[in-house]
């Protein structure tokens, strides 16, 4: 899922050229048909990526990743990405780091976890921090 900002076109561009089949939506415009879109797509077998924290700000995930896997069913995995050398955009709400030619890229990847529907906002919230604890605690080697 990527959002549907100037931004994200390129993003969007991008993912399209390498083979990724690509939903556009974020937390202000199209997100939750988006999750819905996504939720049919990974009961079918399909695997997604979303940027727990898209839209900002940065490090303080949302609830839209752990919603789309409580809804589908399936486990989510917490995944971390970091690149060296890389230009920083300070002045973006994430500071994103662009990767180099010939970079090195580390990709950490965490425990599943499954989650039962959400009968309460209390059970999300603690989902919710526990994606985000679980995300910010990545350290790089």
Sequence with gaps: MISRDPRGDYIALLCRMIGFEIVRGDSEEGGWEALVHLAGELINGASVIITADGGGPA???????????????????????????????????????????????????????????????????????????????????
């Design 59 to 141: 490090r303080q995930a949302k609830v839209g990743a752990i919603a789309l896997a409580s809804a589908a069913g399936v486990p989510l995995f917490p995944l971390a990405a970091d690149c060296h050398p890389a230009l920083e955009e300070p002045h973006k709400w994430d500071a994103a780091r662009n990767p180099l030619p010939f970079c090195s890229l580390k990709i950490l990847l965490g425990s599943p976890r499954k989650f039962a529907p959400f009968h309460d906002l209390s059970s999300l919230e603690e989902a919710r921090a526990w994606l985000e604890k679980t995300l910010n605690d990545f350290k790089p080697e």
